[in-house]
């Protein structure tokens, strides 16, 4: 049924449309954007740049360690 709209909506407004110029692009997939956990104990500690994680990773090498994420909304 949006579909239907929209395609009506850009008939409607073509005249309007050739006389700006954008670009646009228009995907079905949802993001999900999370944070890795550094420490929780009340609550949660993240990686504040790609730096830290890594240098937590690099202290991690030739050991088992987990890693927790968080959904952000």
Do not use: C
């Amino acid at each position: 049924m949006i579909t239907a709209q929209l395609r009506q909506l850009i008939r409607d407004r073509s005249s309007k449309l050739t006389a700006s110029r954008s670009t646009i692009g228009l995907d079905g997939f949802v993001d999900t954007v999370v944070k890795v956990v550094r420490s929780k104990q009340n609550t949660s500690s993240y990686f504040n740049t790609i730096a830290e994680f890594g240098e937590f990773t690099r202290e991690k090498g030739g050991m088992n360690f987990s890693l927790e994420l968080e959904e952000q909304i």
